[in-house]
Nanobody, 124 residues
Framework: QVQLVESGGGLVQAGGSLRLSCAAS????????MGWFRQAPGKERELVAA???????YYQDFVKGRFTISRDNAKNTAYLEMNSLKPEDTAVYYC??????????????????WGKGTLVTVSS
């Protein structure tokens, strides 16, 4: 069993930056594909970025060049560095862990574990 706890959300002005963290408890963190998803009001949850156990990364086009996913296996923590934030980035951001996902398709067949989310609000 893996528990995921996100932190780092908050209110930021457009153009600003935030760094989200996802602290994982449980064993074998390094073996999991880690992903960040978001859900804006009235919209479905969508994949933002994912990182394989081997360090490969995938980003949705709408965050390429602005967001960076990373992980520190020694700390059992994943991160999402968000720069040049836009009002349309406003959403609840969720961390996810899955043992077998393809990073480009993470979430299509569910994930093993979800965090409870952290709210990011970008003001214009």
């Amino acid at each position: 069993q893996v528990q995921l706890v996100e932190s780092g959300g908050g209110l930021v002005q457009a153009g600003g930056s935030l760094r989200l963290s996802c602290a994982a408890s449980g064993r074998n963190f390094s073996r999991y594909v880690m992903g960040w998803f978001r859900q804006a009001p009235g919209k479905e949850r969508e994949l933002v970025a994912a990182m394989s156990s081997g360090g490969g990364t995938y980003y949705q086009d709408f965050v390429k060049g602005r967001f960076t996913i990373s992980r520190d296996n020694a700390k059992n923590t994943a991160y999402l560095e968000m720069n040049s934030l836009k009002p349309e980035d406003t959403a609840v951001y969720y961390c996810a862990a899955d043992r077998w996902s393809d990073i480009m398709a993470m979430g299509r067949n569910g994930v093993d574990f979800w965090g409870k989310g952290t709210l990011v609000t970008v003001s214009s």
